[in-house]
């Protein structure tokens, strides 16, 4: 059972380009989000999504797009790259909306 | 407490201590709170939560007090060990459809052996 896997673990980017952050977990979970998180702020919610076709956006969202076609992937767009989303970004799901929150290991992306 | 700027507040403590960590929370509205905890270079890892509906709650050398007059949560650590060194964050649910998390800046817990 491998949980929430998160892919790639580091990723350098040049400003403007763009990648998927990638999201997957075998649990079966209905609910999944993204978080980015920067010294002293602790974790902001990006988006999240309740349910496979359903999708709502969090706290930071600008910059990030997303979107869930099955259960298990959630994956999280960066279409043009800026320096401010230099953060670390984790994934997390559970089976009862927040309750529980099971999170990943991380991406750790720097944009240059 | 809630950090303030880049440095976390931190507290530390001699192996075999008893810890407490606070957490002021912002929305008297809020109705479930959970506590994390994250080493170094890990993902946040689930400790304990609670309802609002509750004022303690129990695990297995964690306790988590809520107190909603002054709207303060903490979480104590029995018998500290080493391997409890990590930044801690609280987070509360304050929408009514339990979709999002706040968290709060996190505690740095430092257990010298």
């Known amino acids: 059972n491998a949980g929430v896997t998160q892919t790639p673990k580091f990723q350098v980017l040049k400003t403007g380009q763009s990648m998927t952050l990638q999201c997957a977990q075998d649990m079966n979970h209905e609910y999944m989000s993204w978080y980015r998180q920067d010294p002293g702020m602790g974790l902001r919610l990006i988006h999240y999504?309740?349910?496979?076709?359903?999708?709502d956006q969090g706290e930071v969202p600008n910059g990030y797009n997303v979107s869930r076609s099955t259960t298990e992937d959630f994956p999280l767009r960066l279409l043009s790259a800026a320096p401010s989303q230099t953060s670390v970004y984790f994934c997390?799901?559970?089976?009862?909306?927040?309750?529980?929150?099971?999170f990943g290991s991380g991406t750790q992306l720097s944009v240059l | 407490g809630e950090s303030v700027g880049l440095h976390l507040p931190t507290l530390s403590v001699q192996e075999g201590d008893n810890s407490i960590i606070n957490c002021a929370y912002s929305n008297s509205a809020s109705d479930y709170f959970i506590w994390y905890k994250q080493e170094s270079g890990k993902g946040p890892q689930f400790i304990i939560d609670?309802?609002?509906?509750?004022d303690k709650r129990q695990g297995q050398r964690v306790t988590v007090l809520l107190n909603k007059t002054v709207k303060h949560l903490s979480l104590q650590i029995a018998a500290t060990q080493p391997g409890d060194s990590a930044v801690y964050f609280c987070a509360e649910n304050r929408n009514s459809g339990y979709s999002t998390l706040t968290f709060g800046k996190g505690t740095m817990l430092l257990v010298s052996p």
């Open positions: 609670i309802r609002s509906n509750m």
């Open positions: 997390a799901s559970s089976q009862n909306r927040v309750e529980k929150l099971f």
């Open positions: 999504s309740v349910g496979a076709g359903i999708t």
